[in-house]
């Protein structure tokens, strides 16, 4: 009977990613229809993709409800979920307009790691490990069953992230 070394195990990457060019579309789309809509004329209601982070803008908080509504809808069209995006607090604008940061979240925290590593344990698949790799986890096993196991249990779970399974290596 041979060893097997552990590069040769099936493995996965767990990652937390957004695709970028997507949400430039959806970006642009949200402020091309905001700039036409009947309801937001005169409102100044801006959609800006800064860097790591979208910025919201409009004469009212409920205008910027309706501004945000919008680009919620041209992310979700794109296949950008909506976990990636983490809104800071409404603040006052000049001209006492209303103004939201929309921070982007991209890669798996330390804290948000931690708790997959758990959850993955807490499966109790025989063999199956887990480990930090920066903001990504390799997740490693014997069984290709019980990686996809592995899969399926963390897609049925919310850790507040989008997730992806990437990487994945029999």
Not at 31 to 59: P, W, Y
Not at 80 to 86: P, R
Not at 131 to 148: M, N
Request: a positive charge; proline letters at 1%; charged letters at 30%.
């Amino acid at each position: 009977m041979t060893e097997v070394s552990l590069g040769a195990m099936p493995s996965f990457d767990v990652v937390s990613e957004i695709d970028m060019q997507e949400v430039r579309n959806a970006v642009d789309q949200a402020r091309r229809e905001v700039a036409t809509r009947f309801d937001f004329k005169g409102t100044n209601s801006t959609v800006e993709l800064g860097d790591g982070e979208i910025t919201l803008q409009s004469v009212t908080e409920d205008r910027l409800k309706a501004v945000r509504q919008v680009l919620e809808e041209k992310l979700v069209k794109r296949k950008v979920s909506l976990k990636a995006l983490d809104y800071q607090k409404v603040e006052e604008a000049s001209g006492g307009t209303a103004r939201q940061h929309v921070k982007l979240v991209a890669g798996i925290s330390r804290d948000k790691a931690t708790a997959i590593n758990k959850f993955i344990k807490g499966l109790k698949l025989k063999g199956v490990q887990s480990q930090v790799q920066g903001d990504r986890l390799r997740v490693s096993s014997k069984k290709r069953d019980d990686l996809q196991a592995t899969i399926a249990a963390l897609r049925e779970q919310d850790f507040g992230i989008p997730l992806q399974f990437t990487n994945f290596r029999d």
